[in-house]
């Protein structure tokens, strides 16, 4: 496998959640020093660095923008709120393409108050990504539909599998519209393999796959799920696995590691971050 090696880890990313310990440009100096090539970015902190100047901060460390978290929640069944949440969408495109990256991750959104629709709250994500997706295109950024865990299905992602996200992808071009590949959130499914050769399609510009995001899953499971997520390696995950298949799938994008772990929070950043190329080496590659 080691052949293999350099390429792989020429794309490796660090999700900035992952090091939420560092600032924008601590984030920036640590990937930098550490070989590390790509970041993904969250709007919160971007939005408070100024898209501007972190695409510059990115730039000038030599680095690129693999992606931007988040957009979507577009379940809301309220007007106002609908509008609110297509507005903001479009201010994250704008974020997005002010960054350079060519991927906005959405989070679906969960039910509404009160309903037990989940058919109904799929199609109003439907219909917000044919809303938005001329929008995307004309920025140059495409709309990456992210299935979660069905545990979330509730309060944050009525999308809970490969083959839902693709059923509402494949309602666009692909260069419009693809999915995330989270092996958090998928690794439990049966059909996952299936379903990323779908994504795959004939590959090139036909490819539904938009990005790639590896963490580990760990049980118990803390309380709060969100926060669960286990560094490489230490889980019931067949990291390997997952990685063959999208690659297999025709996917040769970035490879971003998105682990939400206050333990690794409290951590001194730059050891995270060389731990997790270590584990990407042993256990990815």
């Known amino acids: 496998m080691s052949h293999n090696t350099p390429s792989l880890l ?68 309220d007007p106002v709120e609908r509008a609110a ?17 060519d991927t906005l991750v959405l989070v679906s959104g969960g039910l509404p108050p009160g309903s037990r629709d989940l058919p109904g709250a799929r199609e109003r994500v439907a219909d ?5 997706a001329p929008y995307a295109a004309e920025r ?30 494949e309602r666009f071009p692909a260069d419009r519209v693809g999915v995330v590949v989270d092996t958090y959130h998928l690794w439990w499914d049966d059909t996952v393999g299936a379903q990323i050769g779908r994504a795959g399609g004939t590959g090139g510009a036909g490819s539904r ?3 790639f995001q590896l963490a580990d899953w760990v049980t118990p499971l803390p309380e709060g799920v969100l926060l669960g997520r286990g560094q490489l390696g230490d889980g019931s995950v067949d990291l390997r696995w997952f990685r063959e298949r999208v690659e297999t ?19 001194d950043g730059a050891e995270v971050l060389a731990e997790i190329v270590q584990r990407v080496r042993t256990h990815v590659v």
């Open 10 to 77: 020429d794309r490796l990313s660090l999700n900035q959640e992952t090091v939420r310990q560092w600032s924008l440009p601590e984030l920036a100096d640590g990937c930098a020093r550490a070989g590390v090539r790509g970041v993904g970015l969250w709007r919160a902190p971007v939005q408070q660095f100024g898209a501007a100047a972190a695409a510059r901060l990115i730039r000038d460390a030599g680095l690129r923008v693999t992606s931007l978290c988040r957009g979507g929640f577009f379940t809301a069944a």
């Open 209 to 211: 796959l938009a990005a």
């Open 249 to 267: 799938a025709g996917y040769r994008g970035p490879v971003e590691v998105e682990i939400f772990n206050p333990a690794l929070w409290a951590r």
């Open 85 to 101: 949440a297509l507005d903001d969408n479009r201010a994250a495109l704008d974020e997005a393409a002010a960054l350079g990256t």
């Open 128 to 132: 917000a990504l044919g809303e938005l």
């Open 140 to 169: 140059g950024v495409r709309l990456a539909l992210e299935p979660l865990h069905p545990m979330y299905a509730a309060d944050r992602c009525v999308v809970s599998t490969l083959a839902q996200a693709l059923d509402l992808a």
